[in-house]
T-cell receptor, first 115, second 110 residues
Framework: NAGVTQTPKFRVLKTGQSMTLLCAQDMNHEYMYWYRQDPGMGLRLIHYSVGEGTTAKGEVPDGYNVSRLKKQNFLLGLESAAPSQTSVYFC??????????????FGPGTRLTVL | QQPVQSPQAVILREGEDAVINCSSSKALYSVHWYRQKHGEAPVFLMILLKGGEQMRHEKISASFNEKKQQSSLYLTASQLSYSGTYFCGTGLQGAQKLVFGQGTRLTINP
């Protein structure tokens, strides 16, 4: 099993450009999450999904959109990138049996720089 | 509301003990602990649930004080491999997500 994978690993954007980050998991997990990590701020939840076709806002959703069309994939979109969105983005997933507060499995991260 | 971790950073010599605390202003249902090494993804250590027992992962253990809404992570006889940043994640009853603390950076020197 590959676990949780993220594409791309690195990306540099110019202000105003758009992009989509892809998260894929092969563990048949029900719950999926997108976090951003900035120095000294810990992990902050952007959006999350409790099942295929569902999404919900987290702590810092502004400037981002998400979609969960397939159970194994969770996409994070930036419509018009801003320098404040420079960060490391982590995707995570967890089992349904563990409930939404069960163990989370993290992907390797995407390092995004917006110039 | 984000839980507060203390201390923010700690430096130890190999073999010494450390305690990391995680405090919340809200009534918690669960507390997670994760460790992240530099440039890597966070890795799960353990979950503590309201009314549950103290947990242990190798020489790392944790407790959950429901009255104080505080969890403590105990690292005994620290090893070089324990270096990294430790995060607590807290969950409320019925919540569908966790809120993570700002992290505690642990450095173990030989």
């Amino acid at each position: 099993n590959a676990g949780v994978t993220q594409t791309p690993k690195f990306r540099v954007l110019k202000t105003g450009q758009s992009m989509t980050l892809l998260c894929a998991q092969d563990m048949n997990h029900e719950y999926m999450y997108w976090y951003r990590q900035d120095p000294g701020m810990g992990l902050r939840l952007i959006h999350y999904s409790v099942g295929e076709g569902t999404t919900a806002k987290g702590e810092v959703p502004d400037g981002y959109n998400v979609s969960r069309l397939k159970k194994q994939n969770f996409l994070l979109g930036l419509e018009s990138a801003a320098p404040s969105q420079t960060s490391v983005y982590f995707c995570a997933s967890s089992y349904a049996s563990g409930g939404p507060q069960g163990e989370q499995f993290f992907g390797p991260g995407t390092r995004l720089t917006v110039l | 509301q984000q839980p507060v971790q203390s201390p923010q950073a700690v430096i130890l010599r190999e073999g010494e003990d450390a305690v990391i605390n995680c405090s919340s202003s809200k009534a918690l249902y669960s507390v997670h602990w994760y460790r992240q090494k530099h440039g890597e993804a966070p890795v799960f250590l353990m979950i503590l649930l309201k009314g549950g027992e103290q947990m242990r992962h190798e020489k790392i253990s944790a407790s959950f004080n429901e009255k104080k809404q505080q969890s403590s992570l105990y690292l005994t006889a620290s090893q070089l491999s324990y270096s990294g940043t430790y995060f607590c994640g807290t969950g409320l009853q019925g919540a569908q997500k966790l809120v993570f603390g700002q992290g505690t950076r642990l450095t173990i020197n030989p």
